[in-house]
């Protein structure tokens, strides 16, 4: 079993920062995958960036460039810098641990999720 615990969600005006972090704790081991999903109302929940144990990441299109993931030296915390946020990043944020297979990544465990709201 994994548990993950999120924080950093909140209300920001368009142009502004945030910064979300996940802890996880339990059998992270078996993973070798970390990341972040969002979903907004009426949407699909959608990955919007991954990061493996070496450090290699994935992201989505619509972020590239204004977001970050970045994971602890330990491997068991995982971060999203956001930069740049748009009324359209408005959200609930999603941790989760996974892996890799090939340039997929799976999900296994998820976090309960944190809204993200931009607006002015």
């Known amino acids: 079993q994994v548990q993950l615990v999120e924080s950093g969600g909140g209300l920001v005006q368009p142009g502004g920062s945030l910064r979300l972090s996940c802890a996880a704790s339990g059998s992270i081991f078996t993973f070798n995958g970390m990341g972040w999903y969002r979903q907004a109302p009426g949407k699909e929940r959608e990955l919007v960036a991954a990061i493996d144990s070496a450090t290699k990441t994935n992201y989505a299109d619509s972020v590239k460039g204004r977001f970050t993931i970045s994971r602890t030296g330990a491997k068991n915390t995982v971060y999203l810098q956001m930069n740049s946020l748009k009324p359209e990043d408005t959200a609930v944020y999603y941790c989760?641990?996974?892996?890799?297979?090939?340039?997929?990544?799976?999900?296994?465990?998820w976090g309960q999720g944190t809204q993200v709201t931009v607006s002015s």
């Open positions: 989760n641990v996974g892996y890799f297979s090939g340039t997929s990544y799976i999900v296994k465990y």
